[in-house]
């Protein structure tokens, strides 16, 4: 059983870094701030759900479990409300972003 837990890890670890490195492909490459960003929020949003959720597996108590989830869930809410912030300043500002 330790064994396929530590599969799990290792596979959604890595699969989170993916997407994490994905992310900034994204925000290296793409033409303007909006898709930038876009790229960005969303790939780094799923990459650090997979990073959690491999880490579940290795804490030693519930209560370390939940702070990792309570961890995620502010940063997803902390992301989403910054992400609409600089899209709102970046279309009023005009098209020369």
Not at 3 to 29: C, E, P
């Amino acid at each position: 059983m330790k064994l396929i837990l530590d599969l799990w890890t290792i596979v959604s670890v890595l699969a989170g870094a993916f997407f994490f490195f994905a992310g900034t492909v994204g925000l290296l490459r793409f033409p303007d701030s909006l898709t930038r960003l876009h790229a960005l929020s969303k790939a780094d949003n799923l990459g650090l759900g997979l990073v959690v959720l491999g880490l579940l597996p290795l804490v030693g108590s519930v209560a370390a479990g939940i702070k990792l989830i309570g961890i995620w869930l502010l940063v997803l809410l902390s992301g989403a409300t910054a992400s609409q912030w600089i899209a709102r300043t970046l279309r009023q500002s005009g098209p020369g972003q």
